[in-house]
């Protein structure tokens, strides 16, 4: 049975029950009912390529925030490969040992193809943590294509994590990368190349338009020994700091509230029309017809939606 009190009280149960229940789409009455307690929890963003350290990074500032008290939901976006037992697969990082403890919740999302969804889960998913009485929610994302975009349309700071094997600063900014980030990291410290890669950055960061009022700190860390990780952390609070004061977090908080309305919005639309507008089967026999041009398909998209009543 699932009960938004023990949620609310950070139950780890009912975190993970409300959690699947959001997931499987089972339950959304539950998002209706725990939003009003949201809005508390400082979202961060952790992204940049595969392999570059994002989990052992994620781990490291989480041992950072327990230090300090904190609460911390985890989620790891992983758009590729399936996941099971708490912990990512193959040779990457696991968290189980962070998982244990008690201040802190560790969820892995994987999307098994479609990534369109991936998003909008994540952002269900960071919900039920913020109601759940987190402090940060951390978000891992593989900085490729489409969805570390997306992600940063959740998250209030966006770490970008390079290495020097990531190549140069030039892809980077080819992949986006530079655009979203408000922090970068350059880790693997202990690699030959990183300094190169922090001049390089720099410059690149240098040719970018500038935000007044953030300085947009280039940092080097190595993740496995924490190395840096407590200057990652004051210019995360730096950052946070520099949104609260500016007005900046109220104003994009704002904005994504209002993008995550049109989105459900479309939603609704796009499934009253799988419900109720039309089948796939008549659309298939609309479209052999189309097909024979018999029918136009702008016409007769026209005269389906007058047809169903829906005056568009
Ligand atoms: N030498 C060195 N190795 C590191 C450092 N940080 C992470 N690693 C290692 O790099 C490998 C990948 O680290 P992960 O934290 O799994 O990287 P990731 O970016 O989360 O990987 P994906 O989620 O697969 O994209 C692991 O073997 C880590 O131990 C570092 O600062 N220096
Ligand atoms: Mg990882």
């Excluded at 039309?278 to 016409?299: F, Q, T």
């Amino acid at each position: 049975m699932l009960s938004l009190k023990d949620l609310l009280q950070g139950d780890k149960r009912a975190i993970a029950q409300t959690i699947s229940a959001v997931e499987n789409g089972t339950n959304t009455k539950i998002l209706e009912k725990l939003y009003r307690y949201t809005g508390n929890a400082f979202h961060v963003g952790i992204t940049g390529p595969p392999g570059a350290g994002k989990s052992t990074l994620v781990n490291a500032i989480a041992a950072e925030l327990l230090k300090q008290k904190k609460k911390i939901g985890i989620i790891a976006v992983d758009p590729t490969s399936p996941f099971s037992g708490g912990a990512l697969l193959g040779d990457r990082v696991r968290m189980t040992d962070l998982a244990l403890k008690k201040n802190i919740y560790i969820r892995s999302m994987a999307s098994r193809g479609s990534l369109g969804g991936l998003a909008q889960k994540t952002k269900d998913v960071a919900l039920v943590l913020d109601a759940s009485g987190m402090d940060f929610i951390l978000i891992e994302t593989i900085g490729v294509g489409q969805v570390e975009l997306d992600i940063a349309q959740v998250c209030d700071t966006t770490v970008v994590v390079l290495v020097p094997e990531s190549g140069d600063s030039i892809q980077a900014l080819k992949a986006g990368l530079l655009e979203i980030a408000d922090i970068m990291v350059v880790n693997k410290g202990d690699r030959e190349g990183s300094d190169r890669l922090l001049t390089d950055l720099k410059f690149a960061l240098e040719l970018r338009e500038q935000t007044a009022g953030w300085h947009f700190p280039i940092l080097k860390t190595v993740a496995t020994t924490h190395e840096g990780i407590s200057a990652l952390v004051s210019e995360i609070e730096n950052h946070r700091e520099y949104l609260d004061k500016s007005g900046q977090l109220e104003k994009e908080r704002k904005s994504k509230i209002a993008m995550h309305i049109h989105e459900l919005i479309e939603e609704k639309i796009r499934s009253h029309l799988r419900k109720s507008v039309i089948s796939k089967a008549e659309l298939a026999r609309i479209a052999d017809k189309v097909y024979r041009r018999e029918l136009n398909p702008y016409v007769i998209a026209s005269e389906i939606l007058s047809g169903s009543g829906l005056n568009i």
